[in-house]
């Protein structure tokens, strides 16, 4: 009954200081808002990103390289085959291609899975069933759907089971539709349709499908197994890399190039579900992200509790007087965490209304490292409101356990005179200015160190000029043979170059600054790949046209470029390298007239050498990297054009309108990889994880700044008014206005110096676990350091020194007769 009657005197409390009340609660409400909203991220994306059944027994399983993420389909057999430490193992191959169904054009996810991959899961279907593996026996046309493509395709309303989908030219029945919350094992890649992956062969996928059949020897196959019982992920791992080793041995007199294999990783599912680009720089980010608005809340409550604090000091008579009749000192510290609960569980009410809109803001963000957060399902569950009740209840603490304790340990007498210490010190304040410097130097030397990096990154040298270049990627309606695919490219070049204003224009499947998978290439022959097996080379192929260095502007270091009319289709099949590539097949060599193989299937021969440039990334050094015609091409899927002029965005638009007019069957995907797009962009695009940190801290660091500026100028003004008759006594005794405001500002400076200490320590702990974002400067930039503390010590001596001069300003005669 107390604590009723406690909540009850709270509520009035309250109710008669609406503005203290309503300043507390939306300030806590934004910090636990953004904890909430960023919550939901890390539940999303670290804690449960699966719907699946014990997600704890599935792992990924995959080459321990970032060079090579997937597997051939030899080695999965193996695997299926010979190993004992899993239940089972099932293997997936997502592709994106576009379809014509039913007379419309749409974009279509494909998953290609074994028939074990939904059992392996304990993935049921909402309605109809999953592919199985009684399917083995022909599987090739049926399909499962995604409930969000089934509404897509045949209406909220309308059954799918039994009915028929055509892509590619091909007739798939629909046997089932997979739960609304199951978006696949990768949360970037969120599948439409899930076929049989015996399926593959129906599609014209490029080095994938050879003689009509899947090549077994290509690395393009993700695994997911389900560990036995009482088995180690340890165990599994080195079982599966003596296997991988012994594979190598079976199949090299078969014609692999797959020798010299790194050992087998093993992982939890749940941790390689972060399958983008850059998966530790989308972790780091949401890491990241959470320690800001950690932060932020921290100061959020620290700013709170200097706030209660002084209206603790406000209630003196009221506490007083309680005291005077009996109440106890618990009982009146008892009081005061109860009103800071109520106002922490209403910030946190509150809170969660500002969380839902938080969340919807981080749904049209894009991660560095390529994690779209539209694609991931963030809201409000049971675990993130429990996590929103667990923060107002910390905040709670937070803001009450300090007057608490200084009312628990007061004696009557202090606290009717309103002294809980000695008058006119920044006790129990000193802390709190201390931990609010800390955490604004934390926030601006972040903010100044991916600044820095990304200065230093835009001035890094690419290999060629991207301010003239802007470039249009397309996709024909479905993935054709050559001859169907390249007849309209001609025709774009052919319109561009008449096109006042292009210097330049080029056709590739590659824009500098993105992503492809690298292959495997031998020396010489494809008849001499057994030989050479020991020395492959694992780099992308690009198919570029004629004109593709010209435009770029990458200079020829030996040889020839290509020639529209020498390459062409029929010709002998011929490559270009860039200087790595040379150097890693033929060190003391030159490559020209030598050959190069795609495992048993392609020999190209090398005309010419090219400079090395940044292809995937600013960090790119000594990348081997190969380049095809595309007219000798058998198979045109994604490309981009890409345009050289000094008006390079009015060039953009009209490279956009070519592309419409001439091919309208072209598709212009709308994603980041395929708008339309400056390749300055694209460069911006890289640099997303600077662009990001830069904007995400420096945002952050000024609230910081201005919460600490008030909490600084606050406590200040607060010693400034309580030693108003002491700094009038010395004025008359003959103490000049400096050392008035030196004297004010001593003790601000002690808790000011202390707090910049804990800062750049804090700050260099935290820049360690990011330096990977910062490797153009390192986490230990000397310049920005210097400067981030030059701003937060002005910024905390402006602060102080406002109250300070006015106080040093106090006329004697008026201060003394104040206060006598």
């Known amino acids: 009954m107390s ?26 409400a934004l910090g636990i808002g953004a904890n909430t909203a960023v919550f939901s991220l890390v539940n999303a994306v670290l804690l449960k990103p699966l719907n699946v059944r014990d997600p704890q027994t599935l792992v990924s399983i995959a080459p321990a390289t970032r060079a090579v993420p997937r597997t051939s389909f030899r080695t999965y057999s193996t695997f299926v085959g010979k190993s004992t430490s899993f239940r089972a193992i099932s293997a997936y191959y997502f592709s994106s291609l576009s379809a ?71 007739l798939f029945t629909v046997i089932g539709v997979a739960p609304a919350s199951f978006r696949g094992i990768e949360l970037t890649e969120a599948p439409d349709v899930w076929l049989p992956l015996s399926a593959i062969s129906a599609f014209d996928l490029k080095f994938i499908v050879v003689g009509g059949k899947l090549n077994e020897n290509l690395p393009i196959l993700r695994l997911v197994g389900r560990l036995g019982p009482d088995v180690s992920r340890h165990k599994a791992e080195s079982e599966l890399s003596r296997l991988d080793k012994n594979n190598e041995n079976i199949v090299r007199s078969q014609g692999t190039v797959f020798t010299n294999r790194p050992t087998v990783a093993v992982i939890p599912l749940t941790q390689a579900a972060m399958a983008v680009q850059d998966p530790p720089t989308a972790v780091a980010f949401v890491r ?58 209403a910030g946190g009410v509150l809170g969660l209304g500002a969380g839902m809109i938080m969340i919807h803001l981080l749904s049209g963000l894009t991660l560095p490292g390529g994690l779209v ?33 200084s009312v628990a340990r007061a004696n009557v007498i202090d606290i009717l005179r309103g002294n809980d210490g000695p008058p006119g010190r920044l006790r129990g304040r000193g802390p709190l200015v201390s931990i609010q410097v800390a955490i604004s130097l934390v926030l601006v030397v972040g903010a100044s160190l991916f600044i820095r990096s990304l200065q230093r990154s835009l001035s890094t040298d690419l290999g060629f000029d991207t301010r003239p270049l802007a470039a249009v990627s397309v996709r024909p309606h479905y993935d054709g043979r050559h001859a169907e695919n390249i007849r309209p490219y001609g025709v774009i070049l052919t319109w561009m170059r008449k096109e006042p204003g292009i210097s330049a224009v080029a056709v590739g499947t590659h824009v500098p600054l993105s992503d492809r998978t690298p292959l495997p290439f031998t020396r010489g022959t494809k008849s001499d790949a057994d030989r050479e097996a020991a020395n492959a080379v694992m780099m992308p192929m690009v198919s570029v046209s004629a004109d593709y260095f010209r435009t770029l502007g990458i200079p020829l270091v030996m040889g020839r470029q290509f020639d529209d009319a020498s390459d062409a289709t029929g010709a002998p099949r011929v490559t270009m390298l860039n200087e790595s590539a040379a150097r890693a097949f033929w060190p003391n060599e030159s490559p020209l007239g030598k050959q190069i193989s795609l ?43 890409i345009v050289r002029s000094d008006r390079p965005r009015a060039a953009l638009a009209v490279l956009e309108r070519v592309v419409r007019s001439v091919a309208p069957d072209l598709e212009i995907p709308d994603s980041p990889r395929g708008r339309p797009r ?50 009038g006594i010395r004025m008359a005794l003959g103490a000049q206005r400096v050392e008035v405001l030196r004297l004010i500002l001593w003790e601000v400076s002690l808790a000011v110096s202390v707090g910049a200490v804990m800062g750049i320590t804090g700050a260099m702990l935290a820049a360690g676990l990011v330096r990977h974002l910062l490797s153009v400067i390192g986490p230990t930039d000397w310049l920005s350091y210097a400067g981030a503390v030059a701003v937060v010590l002005g910024v905390a001596v402006t602060a102080a020194a406002i109250p300070g001069v006015r106080g040093a300003r106090v006329d004697p005669s008026q201060a003394i007769r104040i206060f006598t």
């Open 288 to 345: 990241l992200l959470f320690a800001v608005v950690v932060l932020t809340l921290v100061l959020a409550c620290v700013n709170v509790a200097s706030v209660t604090t002084l209206r603790t000091r406000e209630r003196a008579l009221e506490l007083g007087v309680r005291s005077a009749l009996g109440a106890s000192a618990w009982r009146l510290a008892r009081q005061l965490l109860v009103e800071s609960l109520l106002l922490a569980l």
């Open 678 to 727: 400056l390749v300055t962009e694209q460069l911006l695009s890289v640099l997303a994880p600077q662009r990001f940190g830069a904007t995400l801290l420096s945002i952050f660091a000024f609230i910081a700044l201005s919460v600490a500026a008030v909490g600084i100028y606050g406590g200040v003004a607060y010693v400034v008014i309580s030693r108003t008759r002491e700094i």
């Open 599 to 641: 495992d048993h299937a392609v020999t190209y021969t090398v005309v010419g050498v090219v400079r090395d440039t940044k292809y995937r990334s600013l960090q790119d050094h000594d990348v081997p990297f190969a380049f095809a015609p595309l007219a000798q091409e058998d198979l045109i899927g994604f490309t981009s054009f």
């Open 373 to 405: 957060l539209g694609d991931l399902h963030l809201g409000i569950d049971r675990s993130v409101a429990a996590f929103a009740l667990i923060a107002s209840i910390v905040a709670a603490v937070a803001i009450g356990v300090g007057p608490a304790h």
């Open 100 to 170: 014509i169904d039913e007379g419309q054009l749409n974009t279509v996810n494909l998953e290609f899975v074994t028939e074990n991959y939904f059992s392996v899961l304990g993935v049921h279907g909402a309605t109809g069933r999953t592919i199985a593996p009684s399917d083995t026996a022909s599987p090739s046309s049926i399909a499962v759907l995604s409930e969000a493509y089934r509404r897509r395709r045949f209406g909220a309303d309308s059954a799918a089971v039994g009915k028929q989908i055509r892509l590619n030219g091909r």
């Open 3 to 28: 604590l009723i009657s406690d909540a009850r005197f709270a509520v009035n409390a309250l109710r008669r200081r609406p503005a203290f009340a309503n300043t507390v609660i939306v300030t806590l």
